[in-house]
């Protein structure tokens, strides 16, 4: 072999397609050994770039990551193991595990996660054991872990669970393992974990029980069969209330001491009529033991020729807090700006484990006739509006905002002030013309006529013509002078010792 071929050899292999790059540097300050990434306590706020794409086990517990990026987790399609625990985050995104389809364990103990969206665990076909514990979960939504078929154990222990709605752990057929102590469940539904055909341990000790008719199925379940489901310590299911059972276990309390009053509802008045404009709150009372769940609803009112069906809620309003916001005990009905939107029947209900009581209500909207005959003006060139107008009096005036009235007012005095300003400056100008003589023939047509001779003001005639022009003809059968001296002497000034003066004679010209 030639001395150089070699060299040309190892050139030749390194330069050949297909052959896997150099492995991936380790993230900075991080260890990478085999197929395991620790980045473990580092004060790191976000997951790290560079994690070799063939990760199998991957430690960032004990760090202050809030947020898991979209698809940041996306190249580590190979991870087996994913330890979270200790950490910043408060919500997980839909998706945030896609890619994950061959992750068996991930721990997300101690962050500050507040709700689970459904979808968040969405890809996790393979996961076998979820750490939820010592988190900030309130609820449990319907089909929060549908996608974790295979999952056998769950861990949500040390969180402030109150509900968990009926369908929360459906799909959830391989489980074997839930813990739910040290929550704040007050009952639990047996619908709730009839999705559960694997269970085989189950703790719900240290939460605050309420001991009434909703928990009968669960003592009897457990004396039934479901003993072989708890230990020894997690038998010790206390009641929290009412009073007289309290610090009791359910195993120990009769059924027949597990009661609950059905609701009772009371509605005063039945019927109101509100004004357009006005803001109406009633109150709905409630009583009942366990503490009644007080929904109103607008029930819709079926069409003219259709068949009658059983009402449905149409609009619903929960409590004090508006719409969607729960009230128990008291609920009202708040409603702002009545429009003619809001007549109709609405339904004040109360429910509880012993049942359902509801009471209806009936919402007038009173229209005056005022408004009913005023419709507005048609706009230049467009549709006819029939809706009225807001008179200043009306309800629909003072529907408006502060602000607005405010303009309104002031442009309407505004207009009436302009208005007097005109008519008075047209008053002084008429009064003006009146007391300053004009100009002698000003505005006067005159005609000469010097057939015979000259002629005074008192011959000239004045007549309009069609279009109302003044003109000024002469009269020549009114004399052009006094008929005499005595008649002069006859006049009233010469009587009193005034002078008069000598009549004279004018030409008119043009």
């Known amino acids: 072999m030639a001395p150089g071929a070699p060299a040309l050899l190892l050139l030749s292999l390194l330069s050949l397609p297909g052959l896997p790059p150099r492995a991936a540097a380790c993230p900075a300050a991080c260890r990478c050994y085999s197929a395991t990434v620790e980045c473990g306590a580092l004060r790191l706020r976000v997951v790290p770039p560079g994690i070799p794409p063939g990760t199998q086990t991957l430690f960032l517990q004990d760090n202050s990551i809030a947020r898991l990026e979209p698809g940041i987790l996306a190249p580590l399609a190979s991870l087996r193991h994913l330890y979270l625990h200790n950490n910043s985050l408060h919500a997980l995104e839909s998706g945030a595990f896609r890619a994950q389809s061959r992750l068996l364990e991930l721990a997300l103990t101690g962050n500050r996660l507040r709700g689970l969206r459904v979808g968040a665990f969405a890809g996790l076909a393979q996961l076998r054991v979820l750490y939820l514990a010592g988190n900030q ?18 861990h949500l222990q040390d969180n402030s669970i109150e509900l968990l709605e009926d369908q929360a752990l459906a799909g959830l057929s391989s489980l074997a393992l839930l813990d739910l102590s040290r929550n704040q469940l007050g009952t639990i539904s047996r619908e709730t974990l009839q999705p559960l055909a694997s269970l085989q341990v189950l703790r719900l000790t ?18 039934e069969g479901g003993q072989r489901l708890l230990s020894s310590r997690d038998k010790k299911i ?20 597990l009661i609950c009053i059905p609701p009772s509802v009371h509605v005063e ?8 404009g006005e803001d109406l709150r009633v109150a709905c009372q409630a ?36 719409l969607g916001a729960s009230d128990t005990g008291s609920g009202m009905l708040f409603l702002t700006n009545i429009t003619l939107a809001h007549a109709g029947k609405y339904e004040c209900e109360a429910s509880n484990a012993g049942g359902a009581a509801r009471v209806p209500f009936q919402l007038l909207v009173n229209v005056s006739r005022q408004q009913q005959l005023a419709p507005a003006p048609p706009p230049a060139g467009g549709p006819v509006s029939h809706e009225p107008l807001p008179e200043t009096g009306s309800m629909a005036f003072r529907a408006l905002g502060l602000a607005t009235q405010t303009a309104i ?30 100009p002698s023939g000003e505005g006067a047509l005159f005609v000469n006529d010097y057939s015979d001779g000259p002629c005074t003001f008192a011959q000239l005639e004045e007549l309009r013509d069609e279009r109302g022009h003044e003109m000024f003809v002469i ?13 002069a002497a006859e006049a009233p000034g010469v009587a009193q010792g005034l002078p008069l003066q000598p009549p004279s004679a004018y030409e008119i010209h043009c």
């Not at 007012?409 to 007391?435: N, P, S």
């Open 137 to 154: 979960l309130v609820q449990l939504l319907d089909f929060t872990f549908l996608h974790l078929q295979r999952l056998q154990e769950l």
């Open 287 to 322: 009583s009942g033991y366990p503490q009644p769940l007080v929904t109103w609803r607008k029930v819709a009112q079926p069409r003219e020729g259709a068949p009658r069906a059983q009402a449905q809620p149409e609009v619903g309003w929960r409590g004090p807090g508006g």
């Open 409 to 438: 007012a002031a442009a309407i005095a505004l207009l009436a002030l302009t208005a007097l300003l005109l008519a008075t400056m047209i008053c002084r100008r008429r009064r003006r013309r009146k007391k300053a003589p004009g």
């Open 206 to 223: 240290e939460n605050p029980w309420r001991c009434d008719c909703a928990l009968h199925w669960l003592g009897a379940w457990i004396k």
């Open 238 to 257: 206390l009641c929290a209330e009412p009073p007289r059972l309290a610090l009791q276990s359910l195993l120990e309390v009769s059924g027949s001491s």
């Open 269 to 276: 008045p039945l019927e109101v009529t509100a004004n357009l």
């Open 475 to 487: 009269d020549r059968s009114k004399p052009l002078f006094a008929e005499s001296a005595a008649e």
